[in-house]
């Protein structure tokens, strides 16, 4: 997938187009030096990553104040949704614990030109954000027991989370239920056969 053919796709403009070839072209340079996506999927990451991260953006409310991105590591989808919430007025933040992938991830929203992020180079049981955000986001970060416990922390009573999960996905609802009441809606990825994306609300511990 080219940058063009993700821009249709995703139906962003070209000003976040422009952003988001930034954030490819400071993570191709670091990802050199750093292992921040598996090289198996870096001469696909227009459609593994980019568009992974993009397709979140259709599934949550049309008006976001504030959008929290969860171990964030290579950006995505924190940055990409955060490159998309940029017109709209919307803040990000963006939280990672690894040294070298928040100092990544600081390089990159200076050279995409995002007035609207903040990196918090800690561990996520640590951060509290007031107000809390509306939205919480994260991939590939831990199972969902665990991430809800994370999520948790960070969103309010009405905090909706989205969260991209692979063929897995029931039995770590399963396991999540022991612990955690919630409402879930299930959205089909758009470029995994196999993937879902979770969308939870009404999160309280049992």
């Known amino acids: 997938m080219t940058p063009d ?18 954030l490819d072209r400071v993570l191709t340079d670091w990802g050199q030096r750093h292992n921040l ?3 198996s999927t870096f001469d696909e990451r227009w459609s593994r990553h980019f568009l992974d991260s993009a397709q979140l953006r259709r599934l949550m409310p049309d008006k976001i104040a504030h959008l929290a991105d969860l171990g964030s590591g290579a950006g995505f989808p924190g940055l990409v949704l955060a ?12 939280v990672e614990s690894t040294g070298k992938k928040a100092a990544f991830l600081n390089a990159a929203v200076n050279a995409m030109g995002l007035g609207n992020v903040k ?3 800690a561990r996520i049981e640590t951060v509290k ?7 919480v986001s994260a991939r590939a970060l831990a199972r969902l027991d665990k ?10 009573k009405n905090t909706k989370y989205f969260f991209p999960k692979g063929q897995d996905v029931e039995v770590e609802l399963t396991e999540a239920a022991i612990s955690w009441q919630m409402t879930v809606k299930r959205h089909k990825s758009v470029t995994s056969p196999d993937g879902t994306i979770l969308e939870i ?4 511990r049992v």
């Open 129 to 135: 954000l007031s107000p809390p955000p509306d939205v």
């Open 201 to 204: 609300g009404n999160l309280t």
């Open 147 to 156: 991430l809800l416990g994370y999520a948790h922390g960070i969103g309010a």
């Open 83 to 94: 490159a998309m919430l940029a017109e709209e007025g919307a803040e990000a933040t963006l």
């Open 37 to 39: 996506i598996a090289k």
């Open 5 to 22: 053919e993700f821009a249709e796709r995703a139906s962003v403009s070209r000003e976040t187009l422009a952003r988001l070839q930034e």
């Open 119 to 121: 990196v918090i180079p």
